[in-house]
C-alpha cells in the first residue's frame, strides 16, 4: 500500500500480531537506475521483520528481473510480484492488473525471475478476480503462476473494474484454492477476527490478507477495540516514527513539512468513529507544523468519546483519495 506500508507501520503492524507485512508497491525501474525515493522504500528493520516480503511491480521482465536480484543482495526474504494493482499510470506500462490480459506473460515473468532468482528465495503474486467481468480468469493466472514456480498467490476477489466498489466474490477465493496446490491468501472484504475466519471457512484459504481495514488500525491483528487514549498513543508512536524514518533519507534532515503532509491521512484513519472525527479531520489536514499537529492530537483525543469505532472502517468517506494506495 502505497505511502501506508513503509517501515514503521509495518513494524507497528507485526508487533501487534500480524503474520506478514510486505513493503509498499516498489517500482523494479527505480531499482535500476536507483532512484533515490526507491532506496527509502528499501529500507526495513532487520530485527524485526523476519521474514521481510519485498513487494515489486513493472512491465518489463529484464527490469523485473534485475530488480529481484538487487532485493535478494539487500535482504529480501520473500520477492512478491504485484499483478493486481488497477491504478491506470501502473497498467498502462504493462504492470498491476495488465498481467491479468495476458497469463502466459505473467507466466513467462515469474519463470524468468525465478531464474534469476535461484531456489534461495520465494516468489509470491498478488492477482485480481480479472480485468473486468466478462474476463474472470484467476484460475487460469493461478495454474499458470504455479507451473512458472510462484510459491503462493493472493487473490483480491474484485476486477481491475471494480477498483475497491462492490463486493469480493469469495467463491472464486475457494475456485483457486481447489484449483492449485499452493498456499492461497484471500483478499477482500476483510475487516475483523470474525470475517477472517468466515473467509478462511468459506474459501479453504491458507491466509488471510487485510488492507484497508488496517488503516489507522494496527488493533485489527490483535482483535482489540482501542480506546481514544489508546489510539492518541499509538499514532503518536507511528507519528513520531515516520518523522525519523523521512529525517534518516533526506539531504535537507530539518524540513518535516513533507513527512507531516504525508502522515496526515494516517491521523484521519486513526481518528475514524470518534465523536468529533469530520471537525479534527479538517483541521489535521491542514497542519503543517509539529506543534500545532501535537495540539490537535492532544486536544481531539484527549476529549474523544471511548466507544468503539461505529462506522465502517471500509468506507471511502474520508476524504482521502484511496486509488494511488492500494494494489
Known sequence: MASVSEMPYRVLALEFGAGLATTELISAKGIVHQNMRTKRYLTYDKARELPFSLQLFGGEESAMCHAAV????????????NMGCP??????????????CDPKRAGSLVKAMRSALGDAIPITVKIRSGWDDKTINCV??????????????????????????????????RRIKESVTIPIIGNGDVDSLKSAREM????????????????????????????????????????????DFNRSHLADSDDDLPAIRSFRPHFVWYSKGLHGASHFRERIMQAESLNEIEDLLVNFFGRADNRSRDSDPLEEDDGIDYRQAFG
Open 87 to 100: 491504478v491506470k499510470k501502473v497498467t498502462k506500462t504493462g504492470a498491476g492488473s495488465a498481467f491479468l
Open 200 to 243: 478462511m471457512h468459506q474459501t479453504g484459504c491458507d491466509a488471510v490478507m487485510i488492507g484497508r481495514a488496517a488503516l489507522g488500525n494496527p488493533w485489527i491483528f490483535a482483535d482489540q477495540q482501542p480506546t481514544a487514549l489508546e489510539r492518541l498513543t499509538v499514532a503518536k508512536r507511528h507519528f513520531n516514527a515516520h518523522i
Open 70 to 81: 538487487e532485493a535478494a543482495k539487500i535482504g529480501a526474504h520473500i520477492i512478491d510480484i
Open 140 to 173: 487460469e493466472m493461478a495454474k499458470e503462476l504455479e507451473a512458472a514456480g510462484c510459491a503462493a498467490l493472493a487473490l483480491h476477489a474484485r476486477t481491475r473494474a471494480q477498483g475497491y466498489s462492490g463486493k469480493a466474490d469469495w467463491n472464486l477465493i
